[in-house]
């Protein structure tokens, strides 16, 4: 499955922005998908995934209770919506998929093997 991250951009703190992963391929909603972010200087960390139809959705710590992820099967898209942002979300956000992976895997880079272009989030302070 090849995927495209979008949504990226320039916004002040206490702002909200919304990514959207788009993928090709009719199979996409049998894809686990995680949302992975790499900050200058920094190594990649996890965001948030969301399993198959049916299944879960898991966040990092320092996003809990601001960021939201979902599906949206008619465009075949995993969306991350991002509110209350500050300067420490500022990163390259990248999108990631993969057939099969068991929970106590979904927050590793490294169990995903679909990867797509990052974009670019910037928060000003």
């Known amino acids: 499955v090849q995927l495209q991250a979008s949504g990226g951009g320039l916004v002040q703190a206490g702002g909200s922005l919304r990514l959207s992963c788009a993928a090709s391929?009719?199979?996409?909603?049998?894809?686990?998908v995680g949302w992975f972010r790499q900050a200058p200087g920094k190594e990649r960390e996890f965001v948030a995934s969301i399993k198959r139809s049916g299944g879960g959705t898991y966040y990092a710590d320092s996003v809990k209770g601001r960021f939201a992820i979902s599906r949206d099967y008619a465009k075949s898209t995993v969306l991350l919506q991002m509110n209350s942002l500050n300067a420490d979300d500022t990163a390259i956000y990248y999108c990631?998929?993969?057939?099969?992976?068991?929970?106590?895997?979904?927050?590793?880079?490294?169990?995903?093997?679909?990867w797509g272009p990052g974009t670019q989030v910037t928060v000003s302070s």
């Open positions: 391929g009719r199979t996409f909603s049998t894809y686990v």
């Open positions: 990631a998929a993969a057939r099969h992976l068991i929970t106590s895997s979904i927050r590793y880079s490294a169990s995903y093997d679909n």
